[in-house]
């Protein structure tokens, strides 16, 4: 690796049996010389991404720890590309890193047509979403929601499904749902949060998703729960919907899709969807921000997509929380109250690389290997990164004033007890 200009604070192994670096710490595995092609090209977190879906590297030892240490290298300004002098050319060429590019593994995002519209927004959602609805049984468990979990406890008998329950009673309680209300589920999943409110809290709700497949099955598990008469999921983009207005609106590890020239026209859309007085629930990942460093070093490139953007989240956006806080105040939202659920994000992600780990010949049947090592990373590599306070998750609270200005608001913020 040093060949390559990268300086990586772990031990490695060689498909040729050589080892070098700690034997104490972790491993990386570079299982095929393409993999050093790759980094040729691509020296950052996107060719060692690349490596890592194709099964060209693996990682001996502790995934998080290996993540842990490779972070501040993966996650820092752009690397150079090494420069090619004749010793450097010779050991390359030894090593088989030399050569035409390597095409990307086929689970790699390739999107076309203009950013954030309609159809390009659909085929986005449709890379993360559509991928088998019994994958993201095995990943996810019976609860079937795929946001973070409201951790009540550290009993070793309180699961997953019990704080994923508990995250959607948290919000059912933020909205004040009562029966007989309406409310607007935009990015409604696999239908959990537009059952539970029907069943627990007896309203009426709209639930919408552009995923062909998750509209599938919540349908069908509202049809089992009994509930066609109160929810309807439709495949629609929020863009499109005119139902309102609704008494309350939640939005779920959605907003993160909506991008950046896109957030001021969602909240304008959002507002325009409530009664007066009604609530938003807005669960939204968000980028922190970093203090700017007394020197940056400039940079001689573009950076590469980021392996999310390239893997996972194509077109993805994750904003400062203060920037998401501006445009939906700008948009006629008071804002009432942020709850951040940082910690209780890694904890979630933790638990389903346990359910994959714990199921992973199932579920590379179930998709591809390529497929469910991109999950194991991402998912690992986030539990990192919300560890370390480089991102973070809120539960903003905003209501639609009434035109005397009242909330209908409790006075306190006792939401479960």
Same mark, same amino acid.
């Given at each position: ?190 239908? $959990? &949060?537009?059952? !539970?409110? @029907? +069943?627990?809290?007896?309203?009426? =709700?709209?639930? %919408? ?5 998750? #509209? ?123 709850? $951040? &659920?940082?910690? !209780?994000? @890694? +904890?979630?992600?933790?638990?389903? =690389?346990?359910? %994959? ?5 199932? #579920? ?54």
């Amino acid at each position: 690796m040093d060949a390559l200009g990268l300086d990586l604070p772990v031990a490695f192994a060689g498909w040729d049996g050589s080892r070098s670096g700690s034997a104490d710490g972790p491993t990386l595995v570079v299982r095929h010389p393409r993999a050093l092609r790759r980094l040729v090209w691509q020296p950052n977190q996107l060719g060692l991404g690349r490596a890592w879906v194709a099964g060209e590297v693996a990682v001996e030892g502790d995934l998080y720890e290996t993540l842990r240490r490779l972070d501040p290298v993966l996650t820092g300004d752009p690397i150079d590309p090494p420069k090619i002098t004749g010793g450097l050319m010779r050991d390359l060429v030894a090593l088989g890193a030399l050569g035409r590019q390597p095409a990307p593994p086929a689970e790699e995002a390739q999107l076309a047509g203009s950013r954030h519209s309609l159809r390009r927004d659909r085929r986005a959602i449709s890379h993360h979403y559509d991928v088998g609805n019994d994958f993201y049984r095995l990943v996810l468990g019976e609860s079937m929601v795929y946001s973070c979990a409201y951790w009540r406890s550290s009993d070793e008998d309180y699961t997953l499904a019990d704080a994923q329950r508990d995250k959607l009673e948290l919000i059912c309680r933020k909205l004040g749902l009562r029966p007989g209300m309406r409310l607007l589920d935009v990015g409604c999943g696999w239908g $959990s &949060l537009a059952i !539970h409110a @029907a +069943r627990e809290h007896g309203v009426d =709700v709209l639930g %919408l998703t552009i995923s062909q497949e998750q #509209a599938d099955l919540a349908r069908k598990r509202v049809a089992e729960a009994g509930l066609t008469g109160h929810v309807e999921i439709r495949l629609q983009d929020y863009r499109e919907v005119d139902d309102g207005p609704f008494d309350a609106v939640s939005s779920v590890g959605m907003a993160e899709h909506v991008g950046a020239s896109e957030y001021a026209g969602y909240a304008a859309i959002l507002f325009r969807q409530l009664r007066r007085g009604g609530r938003l629930l807005n669960h939204q990942i968000a980028e922190r921000t970093q203090p700017a460093p007394t020197r940056r070093p400039a940079r001689t490139r573009l950076p590469a997509p980021s392996f999310i953007q390239a893997y996972v989240f194509p077109d993805g956006e994750l904003a400062p929380l203060g920037t998401t806080v501006n445009l939906l105040e700008a948009a006629g939202f008071e804002v009432r109250d942020v709850e $951040s &659920l940082r910690e !209780h994000y @890694a +904890r979630t992600l933790r638990a389903w =690389v346990a359910n %994959l780990e714990a199921n992973w010949a199932e #579920a590379v049947r179930l998709t591809t290997p390529g497929r469910a090592r991109v999950w194991r990373l991402y998912m690992a590599g986030s539990a990192v990164s919300f560890d370390a306070g480089r991102i973070g998750v809120n539960q903003i609270l905003a209501v639609k004033p009434r035109l005397d200005g009242g909330s209908a608001l409790p006075p306190t913020r006792d939401w479960l007890s």
